[in-house]
């Protein structure tokens, strides 16, 4: 059974840092392009981050450039989102997911193959 879980979420004040992890397993993932997503209340869902399988190419969402760091660990089947300088507006549920064309990830409505359930992270003013 396929499985991604995030952790790692939590509170923390404006301007903090928080680093997310998401555990894989289940298959391989190898091929696979692992991307970050998150939803506010009463909002859709969006893109944030990316990482494509091989060289590790990285796409972030305009909000987020400069501030959120997407890595992968792929002897462990691990991916991490490294979120600094956070804002109240980053609210939001996080989740990960996974793909093999990066496409499907960064459209509008992003359609994956894999989603994990999602971890809460609330900024504070």
Wanted: glycine share 12%.
């Amino acid at each position: 059974q396929v499985q991604l879980v995030e952790s790692g979420g939590g509170l923390v004040q404006a301007g903090g840092s928080l680093r997310l992890s998401c555990a894989a397993s289940g298959r391989t993932f190898n091929g696979y392009t692992m991307g970050w997503f998150r939803q506010a209340p009463g909002k859709e869902r969006e893109f944030v981050a990316a990482i494509r399988w091989g060289v590790g190419s990285t796409h972030y969402a305009d909000s987020v450039k400069g501030r959120f760091t997407i890595s992968r660990d792929n002897a462990v089947n691990m991916v991490y989102l490294q979120m600094n300088s956070l804002k109240p507006d980053d609210t939001a549920v996080y989740s990960c997911a996974a793909d093999l064309v990066l496409g499907r990830l960064t459209t509008a409505t992003p359609r994956a193959e894999f989603w994990g359930q999602g971890t809460q992270v609330t900024v504070s003013s």
